[in-house]
């Protein structure tokens, strides 16, 4: 069984802050992907990375950042957090193919 | 500007009944299509898919049907049961087996089953 765990389920953090959202996959897959999802708006891809130390932005790159160091992980990180970025953040992961695997999710709240 | 569109932002069916779920893209170079389900506070699961060179794929209770020509797809489930209740979301891609994965997700669609 695939597993993506995410390490936090619920996270609450101040305006200003930095957060750090990790990733683990267990399945050797090439590729990871971080996501947001809100109301009404689905899922918008932040970044992914195909390889280790490699990143591509998504859609809405601004105001995040990301690390790859190890095939297995892949770091979501928010500078400076604001109250826009309160969402529920889903990681992904992949091989050659469309079929990703999604994490449990974070759902951040910034104040 | 939305590659997939889900235009049905909820649905509401009579267990036993079908359910349609409707999806449509613009991008013609999409090859490789994905339904997801999502739970509330869960990540989404992978539901089924279907390639381009398909018109129709099956698994169990849930069908995918793909008509290239109006770029549209369906997701029919058949019957529908109160534990199906939870948001669809259709995904497209292109690169059929391509390395890079990325989907394009639609908005998605919340599915009530009432019993």
């Known amino acids: 069984d695939v597993k993506v765990t995410q390490s936090s389920r619920y996270l609450v953090k101040r305006t200003g802050e930095k957060v750090f959202l990790e990733c683990v996959q267990d399945m050797d897959h090439e590729n990871m992907f971080w996501y947001r999802q809100d109301p009404g708006l689905g899922l918008r891809l932040i970044y992914f990375?195909?390889?280790?130390?490699?990143?591509e932005k998504g859609d809405i790159p601004e105001g995040y950042s990301v690390s790859r160091e190890k095939k297995e992980r892949f770091s979501l990180i928010l500078e400076s957090a604001s109250t826009n970025q309160t969402s529920m953040y889903l990681c992904?992961?992949?091989?050659?193919?469309?079929?990703?695997?999604f994490g449990p999710g974070t759902r951040l709240t910034v104040t | 500007d939305q590659q997939v569109k889900q235009n049905s932002p909820s649905l509401s069916v009579q267990e036993g009944r079908i359910s349609i779920l409707n999806c449509d893209y613009t991008n013609s170079m999409f090859d490789y299509f994905l339904w997801y389900k999502k739970y509330p506070a869960e990540g989404p699961t992978f539901l089924i898919s279907i390639s381009s060179i398909k018109d129709k794929n099956e698994d169990g209770r849930f069908t995918v049907f793909l008509n290239k020509s109006a770029k549209h797809l369906s997701l029919h489930i058949v019957p529908s049961q109160p534990g199906d209740s939870a948001v669809y979301f259709c995904?497209?891609?292109?690169?059929?087996?391509?390395?890079?994965?990325?989907?394009?997700f639609g908005k998605g669609t919340k599915l009530s089953v009432k019993p």
């Open positions: 990375s195909y390889d280790v130390k490699m990143k």
């Open positions: 992904a992961s992949s091989s050659v193919g469309y079929e990703q695997y």
């Open positions: 995904a497209a891609s292109e690169e059929y087996g391509g390395s890079q994965g990325n989907l394009i």
